[in-house]
């Protein structure tokens, strides 16, 4: 029986993403100074643009999470594990006590865990006399907390979890070029695990948006949450492409294009939702999106050959 509890550790909500979650227990850990835009890029998470063609809530945490985060990690040299599965499988209360158990074995090793509390959150620490986990979403300063037999029963039938093991040191400039090229893959492929008549990902998300908000039909609280979601990445986009042109000047052009992206969607906030604003900003920011991507394909044009047709090859 024990309790311990990570001082200082504690989750800011952004993009309510995986990478909020992630820079919070990095920074704490001490294993990046990064700021959240660096991260969310080199994690190319940053590039991850897919929604619901209905435009519902889940849209932006709507991927591959054991695949997708686990990749984030080891594009900056991290190290993971990680499980998930669904609460209504007979086996869930094995998994359940399993997962628990690692978690707190992470945290007595003064590292946070990332799980899913009906979005990504930080195990912060935990309590065996009665029974809790300690976590942070964002929400407040303080932390909240979670019964160990409640783990992983949320709104959604889904439970995930991810511990952070070890570190190696790797090439930033090599980091911000690989995430380049994930920015392309990403751009031009569809996620194999979502039905494409449900979903769409990529370019493709913006004519997903563009329609939805042409024809009036799609969850309107829930489109209003997903581009706010989205805003803030692509903010976060802008900002990382910055800081690869001060450090890459063939880049220029590039960083100029995902800046145009973020101001337009700043400017899809502003307009409160009317959808006779909204579908011109979305169309030029699709432009402008499409030609950061034609300016990566011609800066990392060697690269990408070298890739014989798989550009997410590494």
Known sequence: MGTKVLTGLRMTIEAKSYTDALHGILSHKGWMSWSKPMLSGLTATAFRFVVSRRLTSESPTAYNWVAENFLAADFIGITSSQQAGFSFDATFPMYREHAVSVIKDSIDRGIGAVIWKDGFVIATGYNDESGHLYYSDGSSDGYKSLEYAEFGLNESPYWYYQVLEDRIELDEREMMKESLLQAVYKWESHDL??????????????????????????????????????????????????????????????????????????????????????????????????????????????????????????
């Open 193 to 314: 695990m979502l039905p494409e008549t449900e979903y769409a990902c990529g370019r493709n998300a913006y004519e997903a948006l563009i329609q939805a908000f042409r024809s009036g039909e799609y969850d309107s609280e829930g489109a209003w949450g997903v581009l706010q979601c989205y805003a803030a990445a692509k903010r976060q986009l802008g900002l990382y492409a910055g800081i690869i042109r001060s450090r890459w000047q063939e880049s220029g052009e590039i960083a100029e294009r995902y800046s145009r992206v973020a101001r337009l969607f700043r400017l899809m906030l502003e307009s409160d939702g009317h959808t006779s604003s909204l579908v011109p900003l979305l169309i030029q920011a699709q432009q402008a999106e499409e030609r950061a991507i034609r300016g990566i394909k011609r800066l990392m044009r060697e690269t990408i050959d070298n890739r014989y047709g798989d550009i997410s090859l590494r």
